[in-house]
Nanobody
Framework: QVQLVESGGGLVQAGGSLRLSCAAS????????MGWFRQAPGKEREFVAA????????VYADSVKGRFTISRDNARNALYLQMNSLKPEDTAVYFC?????????????????WGRGTQVTVSS
């Protein structure tokens, strides 16, 4: 089992920045691809970004490409999401996810472990 805990969410004005973190614990010695998803009120959960175990491969949703950067520190069992130029439409609960695979995933069903989420609110 792997436990994931997100942090770093909050309220920010449009154009501002936030950095989300995800701390992993438990069976973290296996290789895990990790990702970020988000869910806005009344909407389905959607893919934001993903990163391979090695960190060499990253994938982004078109809506965040060029504004968000996903990264990881395997020595610290941590995943990050740097969010710049935030827009009101980025408002959502952001979830960290992990899956025991070397490759990246962009589909919700491919991830085995999930955090409880952290709220990001962007005011206009």
């Amino acid at each position: 089992q792997v436990q994931l805990v997100e942090s770093g969410g909050g309220l920010v004005q449009a154009g501002g920045s936030l950095r989300l973190s995800c701390a992993a614990s438990g069976r973290t010695r296996s290789t895990y691809a990790m990702g970020w998803f988000r869910q806005a009120p009344g909407k389905e959960r959607e893919f934001v970004a993903a990163i391979a175990w090695s960190g060499s491969t990253t994938v982004y949703a078109d809506s965040v490409k060029g504004r968000f950067t996903i990264s990881r520190d395997n020595a610290r069992n941590a995943l990050y999401l740097q969010m710049n130029s935030l827009k009101p439409e980025d408002t959502a609960v952001y979830f960290c996810a992990a899956d025991r695979t070397l490759t990246v995933h962009t589909t919700i069903g491919d991830y085995e472990y999930w955090g409880r989420g952290t709220q990001v609110t962007v005011s206009s």
